[in-house]
């Protein structure tokens, strides 16, 4: 009876065991699988950076433009190709003294990512958001540093996924926050 309860156990222990190591695999594919046609970066970002008690806030919005490339996503990262953009605007910045706007000016914003190809790790963090190992391709300026993660939430509608992103990034005296949203297009 024991010999027999024992080899229930140790049967159940080993079914238990291969149920996890298998449930631990990457599935074969998720909601981002597949190829996609590079569409466009928006983002809507807030900088305030506070000097001797005097502080200015900067709106540092943009559309990416001249958009170029793929991204290639399988389980587990993204294969880049030629995902090249340009930003060419101006923005705003206010500055205060005793909580009284002083002065605002327009400054230009300009950047470019030539077209550019590299692999990227993800990680799927549950069915509707990821975390991008490297995502400095993604922000040319005012969005962090050009080596960091990223956290984001994505949704796939019709043939458009759309991964957004919420900024947080502390550089010396300034901060940033705000949030960029990464449109790409399912290919056919």
């Known amino acids: 009876m024991r010999r027999t309860l024992a080899m229930a156990v140790i049967s159940s222990l080993l079914t238990v065991a291969v149920s996890c190591e298998k449930s631990a695999q990457p599935p074969a594919s998720n909601a981002v699988t597949g190829n996609w046609n590079f569409v466009s970066v928006n983002v809507q970002s807030e900088t305030i950076a506070v000097q001797n008690g005097d502080t200015s806030i900067s709106y540092p919005n943009y559309i990416t433009q001249q958009n170029s490339g793929t991204i290639d996503f399988t389980v587990d990262s993204m294969a880049v190709k030629g995902l090249g953009y340009a930003v060419?605007?101006?923005?705003?910045?206010?500055?205060?003294?005793?909580?009284?706007v002083v002065d605002?000016?327009?400054s230009p914003l300009i950047g470019s990512i030539p077209p550019t190809s590299m692999g990227?790790?993800?990680k799927m963090v549950n069915t509707d958001s990821l975390y991008i190992a490297n995502a400095g391709i993604f922000f040319p300026a005012g969005a962090g540093s050009a080596n960091q993660g990223l956290g984001a939430n994505f949704v796939v509608s019709g043939d458009t996924l759309r991964i957004t992103s919420h900024i947080n990034d502390t550089a010396s005296a300034e901060i940033t926050i705000g949030k960029a949203v990464i449109t790409l297009v399912k290919q056919h």
Request: net charge negative; charged share 5%.
């Open 120 to 122: 990227i790790p993800y």
């Open 88 to 100: 060419d605007t101006s923005f705003y910045t206010y500055f205060y003294m005793n909580g009284v």
């Open 104 to 106: 605002t000016v327009s």
